[in-house]
Each structure stands twice: as structure tokens, then as C-alpha cells.
């Protein structure tokens, strides 16, 4: 596993051992940042295993990322991750499930870019917790949501999130749903 681009292009990636982490691969994380653009200032990689989300959203111009991820050995591969790429001090890590890190994210929010891409063994658990998670409120104006999940599955926000999709694709087994926020409608008096 490797940085797809930027500033960190072709640097490798460690990853813990075992079947708990399911990065996401090369080609589905190129296919995301060709249509998120510019990652923003400020990013969070949620369920963020390796922190492959994060480090390429740092490599692609985000000033920071806060990293959320709970298993100890994943949390081991992020320090060893951003150590080799020097960016430790561009890096927070908050050890803590996703679905109890509301209160944590709004501290640090807007954010400009949510990355997600769940584990997919215990997917409807990762659902309930994004769905309660992602709302308007933790993005910029202008911010993006992007949820991975498999193809088969969907990962819908409620309408009190503020969110709207803004378009879904998929790579062979995986896909990704893009929210922004839901545009605010202009009311004109009539006289």
C-alpha cells in the first residue's frame, strides 16, 4: 500500500497484520481524491485502520488530520505512518470507537473533508454509528462527506443530518456515497 499522489507520491504505507483492517485499496482511494479535488485544511479519517485515507489527503494538501480508530495495532501503524512521513505534528490521534466520538468532533470541526470506509465484517454496527456521527455540523460550508461501503450495501445519512448526496460510484466490490451540505433555500417576500 502507497501514497496514490502529492507531495508523499509512491511512499509505502505499513499496515497491521491480520484480517481487522481492510485497507482500502490503491485504486479506490486514487478514484476518491480524483473526485474530491483538494482535500481542504482540516480532514478526519474515521474507522481510519492504517490511516491510508488521511496520509493521502495530508500528501494532497490538507494542513491537518485528525485520525479516529480504536484497535490498538492499527493506532501502532498511524504513529509508525506519520513518523516515516514526518508529519507527526500535522497528525491527532483520538483512540476512541467512532460511534462515541461526536462530542470529540465537533470540538475539533468544520472540517473540510469525512473520510470513511467502515469495516464491512461488522457493517450495520458502522452504519448505525455514521448515521448518528455525519451531520452538517461538522462540515465547512463548502465540505464533503465520503463514505465507503460495499457495493451490495448502501450507507444512507437521515435527512436531519443536513446532508445531501451529491453522487455514489462504485470500484469492483466497493463504492463510496459523496454528501455535502443540503443548500440552504432563499425565500423572497413577495410585496
Known amino acids: ?5 502529492g507531495e508523499f507520491r509512491g511512499r ?9 483492517t481492510r485497507p482500502t485499496t490503491d485504486r479506490v482511494r486514487e478514484a476518491w481524491f480524483s473526485m474530491i479535488g483538494r482535500p481542504g485544511r482540516l480532514a478526519v479519517d474515521l474507522y481510519a485502520g492504517t490511516g491510508a485515507l488521511g496520509f493521502e489527503a495530508l500528501s494532497r494538501g490538507a494542513e491537518r ?11 501502532i501503524a498511524i504513529r509508525k505512518n506519520a513518523e516515516a512521513l514526518g508529519v507527526s505534528d500535522r ?3 483520538l483512540s476512541v470507537d467512532v460511534g462515541d ?3 470529540a468532533l465537533l ?10 470506509d467502515p ?10 454509528a455514521l448515521r448518528r456521527l455525519v451531520r452538517a455540523d461538522l462540515l ?20 436531519e443530518s443536513g446532508l445531501v448526496v451529491r453522487k455514489t460510484r462504485a470500484w469492483g466490490d466497493s463504492a463510496a456515497t459523496f454528501y455535502e451540505r443540503k443548500p440552504e433555500v432563499e425565500t423572497t417576500s413577495e410585496s
Open 91 to 93: 497528525i491527532r490521534i
Open 140 to 159: 465547512t460550508e463548502e465540505g464533503l462527506a465520503v463514505l465507503g461501503h460495499p457495493r451490495k450495501s448502501t450507507l444512507e445519512l437521515p435527512p
Open 119 to 128: 469495516p464491512w465484517t461488522d457493517f450495520d454496527a458502522a452504519q448505525a
Open 107 to 116: 470540538r475539533e470541526s468544520p472540517f473540510d473533508l469525512v473520510l470513511a
Open 1 to 5: 500500500m502507497r501514497i496514490i499522489a
Open 12 to 20: 509505502r504505507l505499513v499496515a497491521p497484520s491480520g484480517p481487522a
Open 101 to 103: 466520538a461526536r462530542a
Open 65 to 75: 488530520v485528525l485520525f479516529v480508530e480504536r484497535r490498538r495495532p492499527a493506532l
